[in-house]
Nanobody, 127 residues
């Protein structure tokens, strides 16, 4: 069974930085995209950033563009999320997820299109 393990969450003041890591193991399929999603209390899970492996193209949600940077190590099945200039509205549980295929029309930042998920790591930004 696929395992996705996130780390790096924590408490930080507004304007600060955190770096999240996620490593996937026991993969039996080729990963198409791997990335990050978050969920704040009372809100739906939203796409933060994903990395498409075949061309290393990156995708970002509008609220994190120019503040967050995703990177990856394909050989290690690992993705990172560097989060700078954090804001209180970035608070939430951050989940790592993978999708195994790219065919068909789909929202690459849509949480509902991802197939395996980590347990999540809490990020709290104080004002």
């Amino acid at each position: 069974q696929v395992q996705l393990v996130e780390s790096g969450g924590g408490l930080v003041q507004s304007g600060g930085s955190l770096r999240l890591s996620c490593t996937a193991s026991k993969l039996s399929l080729i990963v198409y995209t791997m990335g990050w999603f978050r969920q704040a209390p009372g809100k739906e899970r939203e796409g933060v950033s994903v990395l498409r492996r075949e061309d290393s193209k990156t995708f970002y949600g509008d609220s994190v563009k120019d503040r967050f940077t995703i990177s990856g190590d394909n050989a290690a099945n690992t993705v990172y999320l560097q989060m700078d200039n954090l804001k209180p509205e970035d608070t939430g549980v951050y989940y790592c997820a993978v999708r195994y295929h790219g065919y068909g029309g789909f929202n690459i930042l849509g949480a509902g299109t991802y197939e395996d998920w980590g347990q999540g790591t809490q990020v709290t930004v104080s004002s």
